[in-house]
């Protein structure tokens, strides 16, 4: 049978977190990532990123802390309910104690010796994970949050053209990435927690936050402040790969749109319609409001991560995107079967 982890309890994840993290138990065979799928998931508890990691082990360090807390006060409690109960014969009330300056001291000591533990672990955590600059070497993007997918900005440190796309952002393994965060609308999160926590998208400032992914893979995450209709669907994926395999997804992604005269039925379909004043398509168009498709069939999925791209999905998308995704700000076009095969052709064509 396949379990995904979407449909395990949490407490059951929680309760496998304690065991692998907060007591000390080395977790590498039970919770390290082995798989592309188990990468895949959205669990906080296979960090493959610096900031990730950190945020994991303080979280552990709480949990076991207060399972510590819970075991010793709930013991003693039990302890003292069974052993002082009343017995056979007992009667009136047991000795009172009053004014004991070793319990005093003791309940007012451990606690606050705790708190400050937990306040310097929480102040390290915050300063490594919130930095203020970014780290040496390291790529710069800038994320815009539109209801409801992501925009992501590239530019080229040697000033060659900005890779623009939408949804997928390709990653090199082993290097810092440094996240500008603004929003085009409402307040977003972006939140992938395998690499980092979350980072809110603010409309009229920019946020910053980064990770390293010290893996290849594909990471999943997830808008993480409701936004409106579509928040749950407007999903997050990172794909870390190695450099040269990033640079040469860096030099497709800003290479001019692809022109080929066959299918410019469908480049005249979608130049007469609406699409152009939503979606850019280089040379072509330069609409903002919607994802840029120069380099469309180059990403995996459609509609912010909840389909696989393909022609199917991407001729269902035209008919009605608010079949998939009601309420986001696609109409359908009622566009006619020519219109639609000839816009598919075209559309799939940029790669
Ligand atoms: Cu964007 Cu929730």
């Not at 800003?254 to 699409?275: M, Q």
């Not at 398509?281 to 903002?288: H, P, T």
């Not at 995996?300 to 791209?309: N, R």
Request: proline share 7%; glycine share 6%.
């Amino acid at each position: 049978m396949r379990v995904s982890t979407a449909h395990v309890p949490s407490c059951l994840i929680i309760a496998a977190w304690i065991a692998c993290g907060a007591f000390g138990v080395d977790a590498a065979p039970v919770c390290a990532p082995t798989s592309e799928a188990q990468l895949q998931s959205t669990s906080i508890l296979t960090p493959v990123s610096p900031p990730a990691r950190e945020i994991q082990s303080l979280a552990a360090l709480v949990v076991g802390i207060c399972a510590a807390i819970f075991i010793v006060v709930e013991g003693a409690l039990l302890w003292a309910i069974i052993r002082y109960r009343r017995r056979a014969g007992e009667r009136g009330e047991p000795v009172q104690v009053f004014g004991s300056n070793p319990i005093e001291l003791a309940w007012t000591v451990i606690p606050l010796v705790i708190v400050f533990v937990l306040a310097l672990a929480t102040v390290r955590t915050i300063k490594d994970v919130q930095r203020t600059e970014p780290p040496e070497g390291a790529l710069a993007v800038d994320v815009i949050g539109h209801q409801w997918w992501w925009e992501y900005r590239i530019a080229d440190e040697k000033g060659g053209a900005a890779v623009v796309t939408a949804n997928e952002l390709i990653v090199p393994v082993g290097r810092p990435v440094w996240l500008r965060l603004a929003s085009a609308d409402v307040i977003h999160s972006w939140w992938v927690p395998a690499l980092n926590g979350k980072t809110d998208l603010v409309p009229g400032r920019f946020n910053n936050t980064w990770f390293e992914a010290e893996k290849a893979g594909t990471y999943l995450g997830q808008c993480a402040e409701y936004c409106g209709t579509q928040h749950a669907n407007m999903l997050l994926r990172v794909r870390a790969v190695d450099e040269a395999q990033f640079e040469s997804w860096r030099r497709a992604q800003t290479a001019p749109a692809r022109e080929d005269p066959s299918f410019a039925a469908g480049r005249a379909v979608f130049l007469r319609l609406a699409c152009m004043n939503c979606h850019a398509i280089d040379g072509s168009s330069a609409g903002a409001f919607g994802p840029n498709l120069t380099h469309l069939m180059s990403r995996e999925t459609i509609a912010a991560g909840m389909a696989p791209l393909n022609r199917d999905t991407l001729r269902a998308w035209l008919v009605d995107p608010q079949q998939l995704k009601p309420g986001c700000n696609m109409p359908s076009l009622q566009l006619t079967d020519p219109e639609l095969d000839a816009l598919v052709d075209y559309l799939s064509s940029l790669h």
